[in-house]
Nanobody, 116 residues
Framework: QVQLVESGGGLVQPGGSLRLSCAAS????????MGWYRQTPGKQRESVAV???????NYTDSVLGRFTISRDMLRNTVYLQMNSLKPEDTAVYYC??????????WGQGTQVTVSS
């Protein structure tokens, strides 16, 4: 069973930066999409940044110019660099990996809190 292990969350002041990492416990074949989602209490999980094979990354409007998604396919790892963080970025962040055979994997979530 593949597990996605996230790290890098925490407490940061407004304007600060964090880098989230998500590594698979073993190699995943046929990866088609990797991405980051976030969720706050009482709200649906929303897409933050998604990168699909052969396409440019997609970002939700609220993070454009501040967040950058990247991946290391050799290590089955996806990253999210978050700069200029705002209190409204506070959420639990989840990574996701999808394959061409329609398997989907989710991380356990990592808390990001932006507060002074």
């Amino acid at each position: 069973q593949v597990q996605l292990v996230e790290s890098g969350g925490g407490l940061v002041q407004p304007g600060g930066s964090l880098r989230l990492s998500c590594a698979a416990s073993r190699s995943i074949s046929g990866i088609n999409v990797m991405g980051w989602y976030r969720q706050t209490p009482g709200k649906q999980r929303e897409s933050v940044a998604v990168i699909t094979s052969g396409s440019s990354p997609n970002y939700t409007d609220s993070v454009l110019g501040r967040f950058t998604i990247s991946r290391d396919m050799l290590r089955n790892t996806v990253y999210l660099q978050m700069n200029s963080l705002k209190p409204e970025d506070t959420a639990v962040y989840y990574c996701h990996v999808g394959t061409r055979r329609n398997f989907h994997y989710w991380g356990q979530g990592t808390q990001v809190t932006v507060s002074s």
